[in-house]
């Protein structure tokens, strides 16, 4: 499901995707399809194979209008009606960080060659891509952006990543030792290392 477009970049794999809104779309994304941990792939290349992999990391709500004396000449309904080309300023935007890219069926996890483009859709993940995404050749579980992701000074990022080791743990049964080990060391980073 197409979620947004990108509408800005912070860094080569952190990317800002504008949300569809009521007037950008039918059928609006609801808020659970853009919720933190999110898995989405934006195609830097229109109709190319290579797909970045990311999450969603944050949430910005944008509204222009919080603060502005006076009221509209027009209500949100009558824009509707009249003026069905208005852009509506106020909006969701979610962060996405990429955590690698998919080429075809072979997977890479670390900071990609290509970089998404604004403009570019942002779909979600369907779950067994993520579990694909999560397999190393010979089937095991495998999460090479961790060293990345850890070695960021973010408080977020310990956080993001327990989310992510839950959801995928039902689908690696054989790997819940080295995914017990993994939330052990999180958890101990998002609680103790906070602290001094």
Same mark, same amino acid.
């Given at each position: 499901?197409?979620?947004?477009?990108?509408?800005?970049?912070n860094?080569?794999?952190?990317?800002?995707?504008?949300?569809?809104?009521?007037l950008?779309?039918?059928?609006?994304?609801?808020?659970?399809?853009?919720?933190?941990?999110?898995?989405?792939?934006?195609?830097?290349?229109?109709?190319?194979?290579e797909?970045?992999?990311? &999450?969603? !990391?944050?949430?910005?709500? *944008?509204?222009?209008e919080?603060?502005? %004396?006076?009221? /509209? $000449?027009?209500? +949100?309904?009558?824009?509707?009606?009249?003026?069905?080309?208005?852009?509506?300023?106020?909006?969701?935007?979610?962060?996405?960080?990429?955590?690698?890219?998919?080429?075809?069926d072979?997977?890479?996890?670390?900071?990609?060659?290509?970089?998404?483009?604004?403009?570019?859709?942002?779909?979600?993940?369907?779950?067994?891509?993520?579990?694909?995404?999560?397999?190393?050749s010979?089937?095991?579980?495998?999460?090479?952006?961790?060293p990345?992701? &850890?070695? !960021?000074?973010?408080?977020? *990022?310990?956080?993001?990543?327990?989310? %992510?080791?839950? /959801? $995928?743990?039902? +689908?690696?049964?054989?790997?819940?030792?080295?995914?017990?080990?993994?939330?052990?060391?999180?958890?101990?980073?998002?609680?103790?290392?906070?602290a001094?």
């Amino acid at each position: 499901m197409k979620i947004g477009t990108i509408v800005a970049s912070n860094s080569h794999i952190s990317y800002l995707c504008r949300v569809f809104g009521r007037l950008e779309s039918q059928s609006p994304p609801e808020p659970d399809d853009f919720a933190f941990g999110t898995f989405v792939s934006i195609r830097p290349v229109e109709n190319g194979a290579e797909r970045l992999i990311g &999450v969603v !990391r944050d949430t910005v709500l *944008v509204n222009p209008e919080y603060g502005q %004396i006076g009221p /509209r $000449l027009s209500s +949100d309904r009558d824009l509707e009606v009249f003026s069905p080309d208005y852009l509506d300023e106020k909006g969701t935007l979610v962060e996405v960080l990429v955590l690698g890219w998919r080429d075809g069926d072979r997977t890479i996890h670390r900071v990609p060659p290509l970089a998404a483009q604004v403009g570019n859709p942002v779909e979600t993940v369907p779950r067994d891509e993520i579990v694909a995404f999560h397999r190393d050749s010979a089937g095991r579980f495998f999460m090479g952006y961790l060293p990345q992701l &850890v070695a !960021r000074p973010d408080p977020v *990022v310990a956080g993001l990543l327990l989310g %992510i080791l839950d /959801r $995928l743990e039902p +689908d690696f049964r054989a790997d819940d030792r080295v995914i017990d080990v993994l939330r052990r060391n999180l958890a101990w980073k998002a609680h103790v290392v906070p602290a001094g």
